[in-house]
């Protein structure tokens, strides 16, 4: 449902929206409010002033339209983004023979229709016996005033009433209802005046009994009733016709309104994501402070980040295996320090279901492939065209094991490497093209072989000059070289990636730069950010250099890579070394023996 508004252009150029009328049930202070602020939070631009000029006569809401704006796509937002159109949900519900039912439009009128036959054959039913039983009793009557010295005669002679009764039935085959009658008659009823209204009464009485009966007997003269009848009730009750059903014209698609812009994408570890102009990051100065991302809660950190373009794709993946999508513009627009919206009220997500992974698509091309992979180790690559749905409920992205869960999600190009990191220090490097294509629904299968008691941490596609970031739950960390890791085939055990034995689990695995900043947040909320430069590289499976110190109780549980920000007491020296950190490199021999094992083949 849509107000009334009309375009008026002044005689300077300038363009007004005139409201007249609004949908049903919505207020006008209200909606003058909702325009106002989102005016005022620069959701809804081109407007320069917004006046109510409404009087007794009636309803006038002025907008004025700025000079460089397009009135109609002004007029369009406020359509869609205000309640100057709404939807008015109509309950089809009716009792039919019964029971109830849910009708179209179609069928609740013809369900009217036959409701209105029953009723004006019912209230027929009723006259027709109303009239007949006074007939009934004016016919007695007329026999009466045709016999009156006689029946004066049999009353008078009587005993009583009863007895009077009897001989009038006995004597004119009258019933009790017409003696009854002719015994309470009055004797003023015997003048001619009153004779000839009781004649013509009766007349009428069978005239109208007539027409009852073929009323009943005639399905047309029903109808037509029925037809009169309504045409009645809109005559006593008709005024002017509020809603009217019209082809909408000028209708601008909600999409064209929508500027191209480059935009900054940010998801959290606890799942609010927003949205920000890339302008909102200035360019500063080598050695400037940065400014601040967002404000978070803090335990929580953003897990992914990115630009893309505000009409692009963006593809949301839960621990479930389920897949949504939205386009980019559709997550609302935050300012720098704010947290955002939590996925959960963009998305139809259950209350036990988290999102893991968040992809930017451009477009749903044929050569590219999604790859995933599950805590337990599966993994699965699909066409990405397969996801291409318009589905708001999200679709199933991967069959998942019971007590499994999808954790890792990345956009490949048919032709990358893949990196697949365990807990209990094993690391495996592969071809995706070793991972044959399947369809949306498939389990997936085997990334490599899982020790007992073992889950996969980390998943990362390499790229050239690239490092690999090892983070132990123990708060030590290393960079090691991509050449590090050599190629091997899709499920085997893989290579020792760190020495758990000696320096605890591996949190996390990320391919970083120098360039970036580390956030890592241990299990008792702390976070520490840290430059990647400012850790060693080293061989693997060395233990590395202390990245965070944790207190007895506590433990790295993820870690995240993001652009660098200067911080004002940032630290200008390495964090300090505890023992060696090349200690437990493997020596050549080691390596050799090392690779006769990883490499042998697994069954799926």
Same mark, same amino acid.
């Given at each position: 449902?849509?107000?009334?508004?009309?375009?008026?252009?002044?005689?300077?150029?300038?363009?007004?929206?005139? @409201?007249?009328?609004?949908?049903?049930?919505?207020?006008?202070?209200?909606?003058?409010?909702?325009?106002?602020?989102?005016?005022?939070?620069?959701?809804?631009?081109?407007?320069?002033?917004?006046?109510?000029?409404?009087?007794?006569?009636?309803?006038?809401?002025?907008?004025?339209?700025?000079?460089?704006?397009?009135?109609?796509?002004?007029?369009?937002?406020?359509?869609?983004?205000?309640?100057?159109?709404?939807?008015?949900?109509?309950?089809?519900?009716?009792? @039919?023979?019964?029971?109830?039912?849910?009708?179209?439009?179609?069928?609740?009128?013809?369900?009217?229709?036959?409701?209105?036959?029953?009723?004006?054959?019912?209230?027929?039913?009723?006259?027709?016996?109303?009239?007949?039983?006074?007939?009934?009793?004016?016919?007695?009557?007329?026999?009466? @005033?045709?016999?009156?010295?006689?029946?004066?005669?049999?009353?008078?002679?009587?005993?009583?009433?009863?007895?009077?009764?009897?001989?009038?039935?006995?004597?004119?085959?009258?019933?009790?209802?017409?003696?009854?009658?002719?015994?309470?008659?009055?004797?003023?009823?015997?003048?001619?005046?009153?004779?000839?209204?009781?004649?013509?009464?009766?007349?009428?009485?069978?005239?109208?009994?007539?027409?009852?009966?073929?009323?009943?007997?005639?399905?047309?003269?029903?109808?037509?009733?029925?037809?009169?009848?309504?045409?009645?009730?809109?005559?006593?009750?008709?005024?002017?016709?509020?809603?009217?059903?019209?082809?909408?014209?000028?209708?601008?698609?909600?999409?064209?309104?929508?500027?191209?812009?480059?935009?900054?994408?940010?998801?959290?570890?606890?799942?609010?994501?927003?949205?920000?102009?890339?302008?909102? /990051?200035?360019?500063?100065?080598?050695?400037?402070?940065?400014?601040?991302?967002?404000?978070?809660?803090?335990?929580?950190?953003?897990?992914?980040?990115?630009?893309?373009?505000?009409?692009? /794709?963006?593809?949301?993946?839960?621990?479930?295996?389920?897949? /949504?999508?939205?386009?980019?513009?559709?997550?609302?627009?935050?300012?720098?320090?704010?947290?955002?919206?939590?996925?959960?009220?963009?998305?139809?997500?259950?209350?036990?279901?988290?999102?893991?992974?968040?992809?930017?698509?451009?477009?749903?091309?044929?050569?590219?492939?999604?790859?995933? @992979?599950?805590?337990?180790?599966?993994?699965?690559?699909?066409?990405?065209?397969?996801?291409?749905?318009?589905?708001?409920?999200?679709?199933?992205?991967?069959?998942?094991?019971?007590?499994?869960?999808?954790?890792?999600?990345?956009?490949?190009?048919?032709?990358?490497?893949?990196?697949?990191?365990?807990?209990?220090?094993?690391?495996?490097?592969?071809?995706?093209?070793?991972?044959?294509?399947?369809?949306?629904?498939?389990?997936?299968?085997?990334?490599?072989?899982?020790?007992?008691?073992?889950?996969?941490?980390?998943?990362?596609?390499?790229?050239?000059?690239?490092?690999?970031?090892?983070?132990?739950?123990?708060?030590?960390?290393?960079?090691?070289?991509?050449?590090?890791?050599?190629?091997?085939?899709?499920?085997?055990?893989?290579?020792?990636?760190?020495?758990?034995?000696?320096?605890?689990?591996?949190?996390?695995?990320?391919?970083?730069?120098?360039?970036?900043?580390?956030?890592?947040?241990?299990?008792?909320?702390?976070?520490?950010?840290?430059?990647?430069?400012?850790?060693?590289?080293?061989?693997?499976?060395?233990?590395?250099?202390?990245?965070?110190?944790?207190?007895?109780?506590?433990?790295?549980?993820?870690?995240?890579?993001?652009?660098?920000?200067?911080?004002?007491?940032?630290?200008?020296?390495?964090?300090?070394?505890?023992?060696?950190?090349?200690?437990?490199?493997?020596?050549?021999?080691?390596?050799?023996?090392?690779?006769?094992?990883?490499?042998?083949?697994?069954?799926?």
């Amino acid at each position: 449902m849509r107000a009334r508004a009309e375009i008026e252009e002044e005689k300077n150029g300038r363009y007004h929206i005139i @409201v007249t009328e609004l949908p049903y049930q919505v207020n006008k202070a209200r909606l003058i409010e909702n325009i106002a602020t989102l005016i005022k939070e620069k959701r809804l631009d081109g407007i320069s002033n917004i006046e109510d000029h409404s009087d007794r006569e009636g309803m006038r809401i002025v907008i004025t339209v700025k000079r460089d704006a397009s009135p109609q796509i002004v007029l369009n937002k406020l359509y869609s983004f205000t309640q100057m159109q709404t939807t008015f949900g109509v309950i089809m519900l009716a009792i @039919v023979n019964g029971e109830p039912k849910t009708l179209t439009l179609k069928q609740i009128l013809d369900e009217y229709i036959t409701f209105q036959v029953s009723v004006v054959t019912r209230r027929t039913q009723f006259e027709l016996k109303k009239a007949e039983d006074r007939a009934h009793i004016l016919e007695g009557l007329k026999i009466a @005033v045709d016999n009156i010295d006689e029946v004066i005669n049999i009353i008078r002679s009587s005993k009583d009433r009863s007895n009077a009764r009897q001989r009038l039935t006995e004597r004119f085959g009258l019933d009790d209802i017409q003696t009854q009658a002719i015994v309470q008659m009055q004797l003023g009823a015997l003048t001619g005046l009153d004779r000839q209204k009781l004649e013509d009464e009766l007349t009428a009485l069978l005239a109208k009994i007539a027409d009852l009966k073929d009323i009943l007997s005639n399905g047309d003269r029903l109808l037509a009733i029925v037809k009169d009848e309504a045409l009645e009730v809109k005559k006593k009750f008709n005024d002017e016709r509020r809603t009217e059903i019209a082809a909408i014209s000028g209708e601008v698609d909600i999409e064209d309104l929508i500027p191209e812009e480059e935009c900054v994408l940010t998801l959290t570890n606890f799942g609010y994501v927003k949205r920000q102009k890339t302008d909102t /990051y200035r360019t500063q100065r080598r050695g400037g402070r940065g400014v601040s991302g967002m404000t978070r809660r803090e335990e929580d950190v953003a897990t992914e980040m990115f630009v893309i373009n505000s009409h692009d /794709y963006v593809m949301f993946f839960s621990d479930l295996g389920r897949v /949504y999508r939205l386009k980019c513009y559709e997550v609302p627009e935050g300012s720098r320090t704010s947290k955002g919206m939590n996925i959960a009220n963009l998305l139809p997500i259950s209350p036990d279901e988290r999102v893991t992974s968040m992809i930017r698509v451009p477009q749903f091309d044929a050569d590219s492939y999604l790859v995933m @992979v599950t805590r337990n180790g599966i993994i699965k690559r699909t066409p990405l065209a397969a996801y291409n749905t318009t589905r708001k409920g999200g679709v199933i992205g991967i069959d998942l094991d019971e007590g499994d869960e999808l954790c890792w999600v990345r956009l490949t190009n048919g032709s990358d490497e893949l990196m697949v990191a365990t807990k209990k220090g094993m690391a495996i490097r592969f071809r995706e093209t070793d991972v044959r294509a399947m369809g949306r629904t498939a389990r997936g299968v085997k990334a490599l072989t899982l020790r007992e008691g073992d889950c996969v941490v980390g998943m990362s596609i390499l790229r050239e000059g690239g490092l690999v970031l090892t983070v132990s739950e123990t708060g030590y960390g290393r960079l090691s070289s991509i050449d590090d890791y050599r190629i091997q085939s899709r499920g085997g055990k893989g290579l020792t990636n760190y020495h758990v034995e000696k320096y605890g689990d591996v949190a996390a695995i990320k391919v970083v730069d120098l360039d970036d900043d580390i956030i890592l947040i241990a299990s008792d909320g702390v976070i520490i950010r840290i430059r990647a430069n400012s850790i060693r590289e080293c061989a693997r499976p060395s233990k590395g250099v202390r990245v965070m110190r944790l207190t007895e109780s506590s433990r790295v549980v993820t870690l995240a890579r993001t652009a660098h920000e200067e911080d004002e007491d940032e630290a200008d020296e390495l964090p300090e070394d505890d023992g060696d950190a090349t200690d437990g490199a493997l020596t050549p021999e080691e390596m050799e023996q090392e690779a006769a094992v990883s490499d042998a083949p697994v069954e799926e």
